[in-house]
């Protein structure tokens, strides 16, 4: 473009099959003539990092409808219906759903409970916590293209059923009957285990809302999801990120998992979080 | 035998649904004269605090013989070693993590242990470490009676495989595997006993009710150990050095609450042999 000849445009890979960090300046972000090139190198490489860019929040907002339709959700964003970006903390006087979040740190894809699951999330590093918190991120869809053939052939098909409360009791495996019928009352949803995109790239879909895979017995089916879920999380597949002040993250949803590193929860680590709506469905 | 001596059982009562306390000397513990009536207390009441009663290894195994059949656990007599350091207990810390939550012991047993007695050498900082128990025949005994029929005759699919997800709900494939390996067994949820009291049949252990839709499952489950460990049914037990408890591993579930494992608690532990089956 005209206009960018002075701005700087620099994409750096970060590990080979996941990853990259694109050094550029706020004014070329905001201007959205790079939008289509963030969107095809985060398809392609799952995630991508602005290392310290220090966009303000309106500029976050501003940023995430360059690359597509902003996603609202319910409960979150302002409640006068503007953009708003929506905290990441585990500070109840910030976020009063904070334990909401505690699934967050086990490997999962956002969305699993809605036929079309959001495109990507963009998040901010607004304060860090001293130790821990990194966001690990993995490949899903280089993990499925890595598997034999004869895994694909094995898997190809089969059908997961995802319930949000399964993934509940990973932080809390001892729940009150009440918590469990809150959880429950989300439902379940039925997702194929391999994702056939439009681009007809697949990906896997897996996760802790995965509660067992449909005409498997329990024990197999376990062993299934975990045998899938250690392939796809390898260090080849993965990439964890170390946040500094203002990094901003952006990752595709439909081909990543992703996950925080546990943190003190009273460290004041803030994220700032904005969406982009789903474009296609699970199939 | 008690007439000769006159050695009389001493008991109070800690709450209405669950425990008592024994306030026996040792001597008279280790005579063996008042052996029956303590075993009609422990299941008559669950959990048994001897407080501060001061046993030594060889003690708490001869004490343990006067109510039974001592089972032997690994090689030879001896208590076992409770504790969360792995310096001490290198292979066992592992598995004892599961016993932060609510748990039967034996569930893998066709006759699971009768009782376990556990004699606090050291304990962990006031507030943490205490012990957990609660009652599975008053919980049950307590329950409305369209309940006790809906649930009358289910079974239940018990596993180390169900546990492992409380405490590392991402396991490695080579664990779970290492798990599943163990096996499962499949338990009545009501354990009909010889003497015709009923008891429930939970804790980690179970993964699923068998022939029933996993979401109907978790309910059913997750609501009976509340109700199980609900208040009036549930006691938790407060360490001091020299404590010594015994509790009824058939009518009771027990866990131990969350303590620092690099606080040095330990406890000896001693068991008796199961004398009936779960079915």
Redesign the interface.
């Given at each position: 473009m005209a206009t960018a000849v002075s701005s700087r445009w620099e994409v750096v890979d970060m590990a080979p099959k996941i990853g990259s960090s694109i050094h550029t300046d706020k004014d070329t972000l905001l201007s959205g003539a790079r939008a289509k090139d963030i969107r095809e190198i985060m398809e392609r490489r799952g995630v991508i990092v602005f290392p310290e860019i220090h966009l303000t929040d309106e500029e976050q907002i501003a940023f995430t409808h360059t690359l597509g339709t902003f996603a609202h959700e319910d409960g979150e964003g302002a409640k006068d219906g503007k953009d708003a970006v929506y905290p990441i903390t585990m500070d109840e006087s910030i976020n009063p759903i904070a334990n909401y979040l505690k699934g967050a740190f086990f490997w999962h894809i956002d969305g699993t409970m809605s036929e079309k699951p959001i495109l990507a999330s963009i998040m901010s590093a607004r304060a860090l916590a001293p130790e821990g918190g990194e966001t690990d991120f993995c490949n899903t869809y280089a993990a499925w293209d890595d598997l034999s053939d004869a895994e694909k052939a094995e898997i190809e098909g089969l059908k997961v059923i995802h319930a949000m409360w399964r993934s509940q009791l990973y932080w809390r495996p001892e729940p009150s009957h009440a918590e469990l019928q809150q959880w429950m009352a989300r439902g379940t949803n039925t997702l194929p285990l391999v994702w056939k995109h439009h681009s007809d790239r697949k990906s896997l879909v897996l996760g802790a809302t995965a509660l067992q895979v449909e005409g498997l017995g329990i024990m197999e089916s376990e062993a299934l999801l975990v045998r899938l879920r250690d392939w796809a999380t390898r260090p080849e597949f993965s990439y964890r990120h170390t946040w500094k002040l203002g990094d901003m993250v952006i990752w595709d949803n439909t081909g990543t998992m992703h996950r925080a590193l546990p943190y003190d929860h009273k460290s004041g680590r803030l994220m700032h979080r904005t969406k982009l709506e789903g474009e296609e469905a699970f199939v | 035998m008690s007439v000769a001596t006159g050695i009389r059982l001493n008991a109070e009562d800690i709450k209405p649904g669950i425990g008592s306390r024994i306030l026996n000397s040792k001597e008279e513990l280790l005579s063996g004269e008042i052996a029956t009536e303590i075993r009609e207390l422990l299941e008559a009441r669950g959990v048994l605090v001897f407080p501060q009663v001061g046993f030594t290894d060889d003690e708490q195994i001869a004490f343990t013989k006067t109510l039974g059949t001592y089972a032997p656990e690994g090689e030879g007599e001896g208590v076992t070693k409770i504790t969360l350091d792995v310096k001490e207990n290198p292979s066992s810390a592992e598995y004892l993590k599961g016993s932060l939550?609510?748990h039967i012991d034996g569930t893998r047993n066709d006759v699971p242990i009768l009782a376990s007695l556990l004699s606090c050498k050291v304990p962990s900082p006031k507030g943490t470490g205490n012990t957990g128990f609660a009652n599975t025949y008053a919980a049950y005994e307590a329950l409305p009676e369209d309940q006790k029929a809906e649930i009358e005759g289910l079974r239940v699919a018990h596993g180390p495989?169900a546990s492992l997800?409380?405490?590392e709900?991402?396991?490695?494939?080579a664990k779970?595997?290492g798990y599943?390996a163990i096996g499962?067994a499949e338990l009545p949820l009501v354990w009909k006993h010889r003497s015709g009291r009923k008891s429930l049949i939970l804790g980690?252990t179970a993964?699923?009710v068998i022939d029933v839709d996993?979401?109907k499952s978790?309910?059913i489950l997750?609501?009976l150990?509340?109700w199980a460990t609900s208040e009036p049914f549930s006691y938790s037990h407060e360490w001091e050095v020299g404590d010594l408890v015994i509790w009824d591993n058939t009518g009771t579930m027990h866990r131990a609450e969350a303590y620092d494992p690099t606080c040095g608690r330990m406890m000896h532990r001693t068991k008796l042999q199961g004398e009936e089956s779960f079915e």
């Open positions: - | 939550y609510w495989w997800f409380y405490y709900p991402e396991p490695s494939l779970l595997k599943q499962e980690c993964q699923r996993a979401l978790a309910q997750v609501g150990r509340e």
